[in-house]
């Protein structure tokens, strides 16, 4: 191997690479600083009615007691038309 003399080239070639990197981190954080997250207005009252939902309770217990009293009566009947056209409508 063959070493001249010339150290200097040899360090300043080390000099400007750490300059270099110096300043794109610089910069790297400047872009950083600039990052923010906007949400959309859609995504805010999908947000709201989300914790709404959270808020009230899972079931109806008037409700499911009533049907349940219907059902141990005997006295619940279902309209099979009504359901029916209901999943139609909904599905198409």
């Known amino acids: 191997m063959l070493i001249n003399n010339n150290i200097q080239a040899v360090t ?3 000099n ?8 794109r981190s610089g910069a790297a954080e400047r872009a950083h600083k600039a990052d923010e997250v906007v949400f ?11 914790q709404k939902l959270r808020g009230m309770d899972e079931s109806r217990a008037e409700k ?11 006295t619940y009947e279902v309209d099979s038309k009504s359901i029916a056209d209901r999943l139609l409508d909904t599905r198409f």
């Open 40 to 50: 959309s207005s859609e995504a805010q009252t999908f947000s709201n009615m989300l």
């Open 64 to 74: 499911v007691e009533t049907l349940r009293q219907h059902i141990a009566d005997g």
């Open 12 to 14: 300043g070639a080390y």
């Open 16 to 23: 400007v690479s750490s300059t270099g990197g110096a300043r």
